[in-house]
């Protein structure tokens, strides 16, 4: 298995500009958590999914924030507009239902100029 | 709310010596699992050991083990034998009944040659 893939790992844009990060769980995973990690605050639980639908959005900043999973292998954090105060490591992890370990992708760094 | 605390922002250690690293959580709830992450520059997430809280038994992965007190809420990691891959950045995190993963803000540690 090719474990969660995100995509872009690294990402520069200017402020205004709108960014969508991109990530495709493990097959079979039924879990989907989007997290960004900062110095200051570590790692924060932006999101999470469970087969496809959205559980718990309370983490998400605010309304320039959005996710989809539009199906199981496929989901998008998207900023817009980007400001520089976003720029940080977006993680996606997955998790299979009946285990507790998240697998993790490599992240994405975001910086908004 | 639920939190994790780990009060240690870095921590050094000489090769071959054994380090500890704290962590404590808040929680009414009585079932949950722990964990300690491992972030290495490559930035990748790999779990380290885990804790299910039913489990009086202290967990152990080769050198890595726990020290779990549920009544006081501590999760500590022992490292024992140290070695220079050993240096990452370390997460503590909890997950509750509602499988969602809530992470401290990660303990820096360096080991020394």
């Known amino acids: 298995d090719a474990g969660v893939i995100q995509s872009p790992r690294h990402e520069v844009t200017e402020m205004g500009q709108e960014v969508t990060l991109r990530c495709k769980p493990i097959?079979?995973?039924?879990?989907l958590f989007w997290y960004r990690q900062t110095m200051m605050r570590g790692l924060e639980l932006l999101i999470y999914f469970n087969n496809n639908v959205p559980i718990d959005d309370s983490g998400m900043p605010e309304d320039r924030f959005s996710a989809k999973m539009p199906n199981a292998s496929f989901s998008t954090l998207k900023i817009q507009p980007s400001e520089p105060r976003d720029s940080a490591v977006y993680f996606c992890?997955?998790?299979?239902?009946?285990?507790?370990?998240?697998?993790f992708g490599q992240g994405t760094r975001l910086t908004v100029v | 709310a639920q939190t994790v605390t780990q009060s240690q922002p870095e921590m050094s250690v000489q090769e071959a010596e054994t380090v500890t690293l704290s962590c404590t959580y808040d929680t009414s709830e009585n079932n949950y699992y722990l964990f300690w992450y491992k972030q290495p520059p490559s930035r990748q997430m790999i779990l380290v050991i885990r804790q299910e809280a039913y489990k009086q038994q202290n967990a152990t992965e080769n050198r890595f083990s726990v020290n779990f007190q549920k009544a006081a809420k501590s999760f500590s990691l022992k490292i024992s034998d140290s070695q220079l891959g050993d240096t990452a950045m370390y997460f503590c995190a909890f997950m509750p009944g509602t499988y969602k993963y809530i992470f401290g803000t990660g303990t820096r540690l360096k080991v020394l040659a």
């Open positions: 097959s079979g995973h039924d879990y």
């Open positions: 992890a997955s998790r299979s239902g009946g285990r507790t370990e998240a697998f």
